[in-house]
């Protein structure tokens, strides 16, 4: 009589009566409610369910006191749907309750488990259907341990969130094929990993004969959970251009539906049921449709309440012959995320209700059925509450570890295995959320994943700042490469060099409009001021990415890569060295004009900053906290990062470093202390930048499982690629790009090597135009960057006829320039006209201009190889002409009858002193000496 009495007041504690709800305004850490707010995050976009995704919002119970109508079928017809009604503003029909049966399949065959000492046999095969918003991954967890410990074969699913979902067909070839079982046991015993849509025919053929459990959820607490988690209200706005909160929604829901993406339909209406089997469509569901399910559901092992966790569990374990310690769960995905809760008038309740029909149906079936089984039992109130305080024991002991994030937790278990005790291992297991826990599976089962941060989507919408002479060029290169593969749009630059570099207001004029209205989906192709927030509108959704690299290596290298020395030297007529240059840097910043702006925290300046300063560094370290910031000189192991963040494969970080090759590289300088701490001093802001985010490289590394595997890996892989793109390394950019746009390479035969390394060689300029053609944007064959050249020099080749016309022409150009360009200097010999005389300055007259300290803009040159250096100091940007005209059997003939060899040959005394004066005398020949 006690243990009844004890029943009844548990009874009337959890659920006061059957015909109503419970009050869900209220906390419930001790039942298990707030479990309702754990589910996988599954997509950041409803419309796209079938992909994946995340969204890391939460949300919180509503407050649910308003009574449930009952919606069971009572002589309706088929096809007859309550929600009809609901659509239309009326009230859905109650009806009596379908009886619910006297016992669950499972208890039918409680002799199948039980022991000849009286005691049971665990259940080690299950198939769990997870429904969303419901408490489902703490569920999972409890599965996923209970499989840990008995060594049971787990379904998992390949992109680590999806078993078909949301299509049922795409079951079979969801999930990764484990090796063959060695023993008798079956190839799967648990199927519970991840979201699928029930199929019983389906899931058989993967795991027969095993017990079926699901859970529900109280529709109303369900849809205002799942309005929050899913962003619907946002959905709305960017189809309508208003915010339209989930009370005017419900005032009006046929009118809203059509503004949201179908994924909101499928999550929020009748949600539940779509879960377990039944179609979204027009005449969804029909009232037949949803007793025949219900009926069905009656023949699983288990149908869990959220609101009653602990109560289900407890049954649960009881069914299945477990433990208690196996049932016991760590609250995930609501710690510390809880918002204020709706209050929802009891109107606008009982038209969620309505909306959610056949949910309710199945909601109120099942709750009482719950708490009839539960009323059937023995002791039950004991047991729960040895449950609850089993729960508290782990919530106390684990409390140490529940601030780790899913990395960390599988990290421990992973790399320090061997150092965990069973208590702690126990905590990081029961704190491990779905998609982790198949990962950690996925090794202990033989089949791991490539570490990956974005389960399994590979992302593609990407914005990579690139800074100056920092590897940039190579890692662009890799992101075009990735784009081309998967036909991204690409944000390119006009000129092919720059976009808006070195102003930020020049961006929006900066690039080419592509075909259609698609957004953009990379930047990254040419140097651009970073610009936040106008990058992101351009590329929506994007991973941010940039370069650091050491300072002092870099200053050095920007040093002789922009030719500092000789600039100076030109300007202020005299050497001035790096040691010189760096005992009073202050007087040469003016001289050097826009090279200072690449020598003086020049990467603080490609990440935004107009002026430096201690505040708007820190404020810009803040901002590149959210970035993935690669470390040149760190480049493998950033190179890993980088791919494990984007989800990419290996193959896609092999590369090939460009401006690297013979041609391109300096001698190491050597540079003292003093030296180095003066470049340091000077590229301050940039030194604070590399040294944070250095050492945030080395803290994120150090809680990735498997990083020293991989970089052997990638390192393996790049000297396999280095080998086999030797025979195309000293090719030039041009041949590179015309080979790739012919199309003749076999790309998966023989010629796949040739194609995998022009590809990689191809520097970003010849890059860029590659796209475009791909792209339908080609550009005009150019090859000064789209940059008209008003700099030019004509160096004189003897015996060319066309020489005065090449002449002529650059008189020409110049003249026309002059009359666009005010003062347009023009440097040009004083005697006769070129178009007459075809002769240029002299070296004498150009070295007298030099001397003058004279720019000129168009200078013809007589002697190429006295003149080169000084007539690149005197026209800057200089573009050398070299122009070859004739076959040299043709030049042979013109040059012979020019100096009248014949005449000359036939002159004997002529010829005489000739070959006197060349030192040489030739042998009598009997022919009259034609030689």
């Known amino acids: 009589q006690q243990q009844q009495q004890q029943q009844k007041s548990l009874q009337a504690t959890a659920f006061p009566q059957f015909d109503g709800e419970p009050d869900m305004d209220t906390e419930q850490d001790d039942d298990g409610a707030d479990l309702a707010d754990d589910d996988d995050a599954v997509s950041e976009d409803p419309g796209q369910l079938s992909e994946g995704g995340a969204s890391k919002d939460n949300d919180n119970e509503a407050n649910v006191n308003t009574p449930t109508e009952s919606l069971e079928e009572d002589g309706k017809e088929d096809g007859d749907s309550p929600n009809k009604a609901a659509e239309h503003g009326g009230q859905a029909e109650s009806t009596e309750p379908t009886p619910v049966p006297p016992q669950h399949a499972l208890a039918q065959r409680e002799s199948q488990l039980q022991q000849s000492d009286g005691t049971c046999k665990p259940m080690t095969r299950l198939v769990y259907i997870k429904t969303h918003k419901t408490g489902s991954s703490t569920l999972t967890n409890v599965f996923h341990r209970f499989a840990v410990k008995h060594q049971l074969r787990v379904v998992l699913p390949k992109g680590n969130l999806f078993l078909g979902w949301p299509r049922s067909k795409n079951l079979l070839t969801s999930f990764v094929p484990l090796p063959p079982s060695t023993d008798s046991r079956p190839q799967y015993e648990v199927f519970c990993s991840a979201h699928s849509r029930y199929n019983r025919g389906l899931v058989e053929q993967i795991v027969p004969d095993a017990a079926y459990i699901t859970v529900l959820r109280h529709p109303v607490s369900h849809f205002l959970s799942s309005w929050n988690y899913w962003h619907t209200g946002d959905h709305i706005f960017e189809t309508l251009g208003r915010r339209v909160s989930v009370e005017e929604f419900l005032t009006s829901p046929e009118k809203f539906w059509s503004k949201a993406k179908k994924g909101d339909w499928d999550l929020l209406s009748n949600n539940a049921v779509f879960d377990l089997g039944l179609d979204h469509n027009e005449t969804f569901p029909s009232r037949s449709e949803v007793v025949s399910l219900v009926k069905h559901l009656d023949t699983f092992a288990m149908v869990l309440i959220t609101e009653h966790m602990d109560e289900s569990l407890v049954l649960l374990r009881r069914k299945m012959c477990w433990e208690l310690e196996d049932v016991v769960y760590y609250a995930l995905k609501v710690v510390g995320q809880r918002r204020p809760k709706p209050k929802l008038v009891p109107e606008l309740q009982q038209k969620i209700m309505q909306i959610d029909w056949a949910d309710a149906m199945l909601y109120e079936h099942f709750n009482k059925s719950l708490w009839q089984q539960i009323n059937a039992q023995q002791g039950f109130a004991e047991e729960l509450q040895e449950f609850r305080n089993l729960k508290e024991k782990f919530s106390t002991q684990c409390a140490s570890t529940a601030e780790m994030s899913e990395d960390q937790h599988r990290f421990e278990l992973v790399e320090h295995s061997k150092q965990l005790k069973p208590e702690q291992k126990h905590c990081h297991l029961m704190q491990l959320d779905s998609p982790g826990f198949v990962k950690y599976l996925k090794l202990t089962h033989g089949v791991p994943d490539l570490e990956c941060h974005t389960q399994g989507r590979p992302r593609r919408q990407i914005v990579f700042i690139k800074t100056h002479k920092t590897g940039s060029s190579t890692l662009t290169n890799m992101f075009h490469r990735f784009a081309l593969r998967s036909r991204l749009r690409v944000v390119l630059p006009k000129n092919n060099l720059y976009l808006g570099w070195p102003e930020k207001s020049t961006l929006d004029g900066s690039y080419v409009q592509l075909p259609g209205t698609k957004p953009f989906d990379m930047l990254c192709s040419a140097h651009a001021r970073l610009q936040r927030a106008k990058m992101a509108q351009l590329v929506p959704n994007a991973n941010f990415v940039t370069v ?243 700099q030019l020099v004509l160096f004189e080749t003897q015996d060319v006829p066309a020489t005065a016309a090449v002449g002529f022409a650059m008189v020409r150009l110049a003249q026309m320039l002059r009359r666009g360009i005010a003062g347009l200097p023009l440097a040009w010999p004083d005697h006769g006209s070129v178009q007459l005389a075809g002769r240029c300055a002299s070296a004498q007259q150009i070295d007298a201009w030099a001397s003058s300290g004279k720019h000129v803009t168009v200078l013809c040159a007589g002697d190429a190889a006295h003149t080169w250096q000084t007539a690149r100091r005197l026209v800057p940007g200089l573009m050398e002409f070299v122009l070859v005209v004739d076959e040299p059997s043709e030049r042979f003939v013109r040059t012979w009858r020019r100096l009248n060899i014949a005449k000359l040959a036939t002159d004997n005394g002529a010829g005489s002193k000739q070959r006197a004066r060349r030192g040489a005398e030739p042998e009598d020949d009997d022919d009259g000496g034609d030689d």
């Not at 050497?575 to 004009?593: A, I, R």
């Not at 810009?620 to 190179?639: G, K, R, Y």
């Not at 041949?735 to 090597?753: F, I, M, P, S």
């Not at 191809?762 to 590659?770: A, G, R, Y």
């Open 548 to 790: 650091l690299r050491n300072p002092v290596e870099q200053f050095i290298s920007s040093w002789d890569y922009w030719h500092v020395e000789e600039h100076l030297a030109a300007t202020l007529g005299h050497k001035v060295t790096l040691e010189t240059f760096l005992q009073n840097p202050d007087q040469y910043w003016e001289p050097l004009g826009s090279r200072a702006k690449l020598l003086r925290n020049s990467m603080s300046f490609d990440l935004g900053l107009d002026t430096i300063s201690q505040d708007t560094v820190a404020h810009l370290q803040n901002e590149l906290d959210s970035f993935v910031v690669l470390i040149q000189d760190e480049m493998d192991a950033s190179l890993v990062l980088l791919r494990r963040v984007l989800c990419w494969n290996m193959e896609d970080i092999v590369h090939s470093s460009l401006k690297v090759q013979d041609g391109h590289k300096h001698v190491r300088r050597s540079v003292t202390e003093a030296m180095t701490k003066q470049i340091r001093a000077i590229n301050w802001a940039d030194d604070q930048l590399y040294q944070r985010f250095k050492a945030r490289l080395h803290d994120r590394l150090r809680t990735e499982i498997g990083v020293a595997e991989e970089l052997d890996l990638l390192k393996q892989m790049q000297a396999k690629h280095d080998e086999r793109c030797k025979p195309w390394v000293s090719e030039s950019q041009q041949r590179h790009r015309y080979v790739l746009l012919q199309g003749d390479l076999d790309t998966d035969g023989e010629d796949a090597d040739e194609f995998v390394c022009r590809q990689a060689l191809l520097d970003s300029p010849d890059f860029v135009k590659l796209l475009k053609q791909r792209l339908g944007r080609p550009d005009r064959e150019c090859h000064t960057q789209g940059q008209k050249r008003s």
